[in-house]
């Protein structure tokens, strides 16, 4: 079996934490994020590697799943997969198999110990990730996903990078951006940021992980 990651999954281990409420009060900050209409499909990227991105995707999916709406993670990150290990899930059918050996779709989301969570895993990894997220294969999972489900939330690889999350955002209604504390630059994730905007996303917001209590007084300070 995968090995899983050491307490990816606070928000169901520990539900009272303080970090657990962090992901609930974001759940609510994606929620209010349009006023028009439900958020049903979210991508979450980082600037840079190490971000914590996929930890982010699995707690906030939890979040969601909690209050009784039915949640599909896709990992989108071919690259460097992570929603096998974090749910200790099988890796042999997911996402590049539906699309490339056209396996059937049910066969390649698999249910967690989570209510109403499913995860679709990355399946092999291919040669080319970015077009496989920007074929027609993967706007036609994607809608029907969106029609099955109250939400969808793909994980991508980071932006400055590689090109995928770029290359995603037409397949969803919006980004959510995970910013380590003390990780990437405030050169990069202005960087990054503007890499969304060159591409017309809509980003729903960003993330801070990892801070320390010292860490969010200066941020507020700052903001002030």
């Given at each position: 079996?995968?090995?899983?990651?050491?307490?990816?999954l606070?928000?169901?281990e520990?539900?009272?934490?303080?970090?657990a409420?962090?992901?609930?009060?974001?759940?609510?900050?994606?929620?209010?994020?349009?006023?028009?209409a439900?958020v049903k499909?979210?991508?979450?990227?980082?600037?840079?590697l190490?971000?914590g991105?996929?930890t982010t995707?699995?707690?906030?999916?939890?979040?969601?799943?909690e209050t009784?709406?039915?949640?599909?993670?896709i990992?989108?990150?071919l690259?460097?997969?992570a929603?096998?290990?974090?749910?200790?899930?099988?890796?042999?059918?997911?996402?590049s198999?539906v699309l490339?050996?056209?396996?059937?779709?049910?066969?390649?989301i698999?249910?967690?110990?989570?209510?109403?969570?499913s995860?679709?895993?990355?399946?092999?990894?291919?040669?080319?990730?970015?077009?496989?997220?920007?074929?027609?294969?993967?706007e036609?999972?994607m809608?029907?996903v969106?029609?099955?489900?109250?939400?969808?939330?793909?994980?991508?690889?980071?932006?400055?990078?590689?090109?995928?999350?770029?290359?995603a955002?037409?397949l969803?209604e919006?980004?959510?951006?995970v910013?380590?504390?003390?990780?990437?630059?405030?050169?990069?994730?202005?960087?990054?940021?503007?890499s969304?905007?060159?591409?017309?996303?809509?980003?729903?917001?960003?993330?801070l992980?990892?801070?320390?209590?010292?860490?969010?007084?200066?941020?507020?300070?700052?903001?002030?």
């Open positions: 079996m995968p090995t899983t990651l050491k307490w990816p606070i928000t169901k520990n539900p009272k934490s303080l970090i409420e962090s992901y609930k009060g974001l759940r609510t900050n994606i929620d209010f994020s349009r006023l028009d439900k499909s979210i991508i979450v990227t980082s600037a840079t190490g971000e991105k996929s995707v699995a707690n906030l999916a939890i979040a969601y799943a009784g709406r039915s949640v599909l993670i990992d989108g990150d690259r460097n997969p929603m096998h290990r974090i749910f200790n899930i099988s890796n042999s059918i997911g996402l198999n490339f050996d056209k396996d059937d779709l049910s066969k390649a698999q249910s967690t110990r989570t209510l109403n969570l995860v679709m895993t990355s399946g092999a990894v291919p040669p080319n990730p970015s077009e496989i997220l920007g074929s027609k294969r993967m036609a999972l809608d029907e969106k029609s099955e489900y109250d939400l969808v939330i793909l994980d991508t690889p980071p932006l400055l990078p590689f090109t995928d999350a770029q290359v955002t037409p969803c919006g980004v959510v951006m910013i380590k504390a003390g990780g990437a630059s405030r050169k990069d994730i202005v960087k990054a940021t503007a969304l905007e060159f591409v017309g996303a809509h980003v729903l917001g960003a993330v992980n990892q801070a320390s209590r010292k860490t969010l007084s200066t941020a507020y300070h700052e903001e002030q």
